[in-house]
């Protein structure tokens, strides 16, 4: 099958872009190369690949695109994704995450794709409190200007494939983390930040709970779903592994041998969701797919990616 990935330059994207690759699909990526996007990660699969420099959000560049290349699936990553910017301003999530899938919506229903698969987040469902967990029937709730755009998106989907026959599939996966993160994201700044022994801002106390998936753990989901999903049901991606946002930190400061006198409590962020929790016992039973990746193991290896491409870090100039 040809697949087209929209923002296959991204930090999940472009794992998913690669695994693609390695398996044997032909891929064809759509980027529009923001400040979040960056060809280079695709560099060693930019040979085997199509790639277009195109905003999701322009519906005549993104015609041409599907016209050329008709694909069979579509793997809708493309997205805004950080909570704070969002809260800064939403109108770019508003343009992308919302407009940008309808289009991506309108072209698969034009050139009828066989399947697509649609990214969302565990963020969708707003928050829980100690206990319990997000199923795929739990109603949304969003809370910031970020998780409605998201939730916007992820009805769309599941509006075309019930009005219009789009073969969609929905996909809500937990925190990602590993390599090629952008340095905005709490793990990799937290590394950046303790390398250069500078203080590293926690949100409130760090009692905020969240689920963590290592990024390959992620492809490998979205490619059983894209094998083996069911069109029209929505897919829980997560590890199990849940984590206060303050042990992430001491555990990557125990990691670099750096003191917790590091961190420094800052104001909390406005309507920060509490906790996070998945039950993916759907897209298990279904496709076969599980987590193997444990935090511990994948956070010694991200560690030590960022330590190796420090000067990727370094020329974001973001921190």
Known sequence: MKILVTGGAGFIGSEFVRSGVSRGYTVVVVDKLTYAGDIERLKGVENDITFYRVDIADSVSMETVFGKEKPGGVIHWAAESHVDRSIDDATPFMETNIKGTQIVLDMARKFEVERFLNISTDEVYGELKREGQFKETTPLNPSSPYSVSKASADMLGRAYERTYGVPVITVRPSNNYGPWQYPEK??????????????????????NIREWLYVEDCAEAVFSVLEKGIVGEIYNVGSGEEKRNIDVVKTILG??????????????????????????EKICEQTGWKNVTKFSEGI????????????WVRGKLII
């Open 186 to 207: 709490l793990i990799p700044v937290i590394i950046y930040k303790a390398v250069r022994d500078e203080k590293i801002p926690v949100y409130g106390q760090g009692e």
């Open 255 to 280: 990691i670099l041998g750096k003191p917790e006198n590091l961190i420094e409590f800052v104001k909390d962020r406005l309507g920060h969701d509490f906790r996070y929790s998945l039950n993916a």
């Open 300 to 311: 010694e290896k991200t560690v030590e990616w960022y330590m190796n491409h420090m000067h």
